[in-house]
T-cell receptor
């Protein structure tokens, strides 16, 4: 079984400050991990993914995420937030073990609000 | 290149009517997913197509929901005898064999 948790419904941060959006996961094997962003009235847009290799993954718009196997986490970060980063962020996981599901499980989403 | 497109962008229908939603995936993408997103909620998986394999229908909420895909091209999601609880945004995503998903803009369905 696979699952993902986004413990915060909403994150508030001031423009220019660093931001973190939390994600933890559970899989039986090794994970594929993804972050997507959804702007108002739009579909989801891919930000970044971890499959293998370096634990720090860099993605679009200056975002990065760190894979931590011991803590089963994949938190999304950005050093300096912009008002335009305000959106809904979804973490997703897929178990890549043989026989694992090809269907990723999405978290419930975290609303990021960046204040001017 | 062109992204995933969905039509219609908005659909208002009366309870009990059938609706058909269309998804045009990115050319060459073998994987195609349908999701439902209710207002203020996360993504609810509906159905998954992979190439010519039998689709994974495990997420379809009732037998009123069905979907088809011809080869690796267009997919249609059909909801029969719509109910008010079917009101949601229906999202389609395609991808190169079940990795990164590329989402369409969604179809916003309102059942009156």
């Amino acid at each position: 079984a696979q699952s993902v948790a986004q413990p915060e419904d909403q994150v508030n941060v001031a423009e220019g400050n660093p931001l973190t959006v939390k994600c933890t996961y559970s899989v039986s094997g090794n994970p594929y991990l993804f972050w997507y962003v959804q702007y108002p009235n739009r579909g989801l847009q891919f930000l970044l993914k971890y499959i293998t290799g370096d634990n720090l993954v860099k993605g679009s718009y200056g975002f990065e995420a760190e894979f931590n196997k011991s803590q089963t986490s994949f938190h999304l970060k950005k050093p300096s937030a912009l008002v335009s980063d305000s959106a809904l962020y979804f973490c997703a996981v897929r178990d890549i073990r043989a026989g694992g599901s090809y269907i990723p499980t999405f978290g419930r989403g975290t609303s990021l609000i960046v204040h001017p | 290149g062109a992204g995933v497109s969905q039509s219609p962008s908005n659909k208002v229908t009366e309870k009990g009517k059938d609706v058909e939603l269309r998804c045009d995936p990115i050319s060459g993408h073998t994987a195609l997913y349908w999701y439902r997103q209710r207002l203020g909620q996360g993504l609810e998986f509906l159905i998954y197509f992979q190439g010519n394999s039998a689709p994974d229908k495990s997420g379809l909420p009732s037998d009123r929901f069905s979907a088809e895909r011809t080869g690796e091209s267009v997919s249609t999601l059909t909801i029969q005898r719509t109910q008010q609880e079917d009101s949601a945004v229906y999202l389609c995503a395609s991808g190169p064999f079940s990795e990164t998903q590329y989402f369409g803009p969604g179809t916003r369905l309102l059942v009156l």
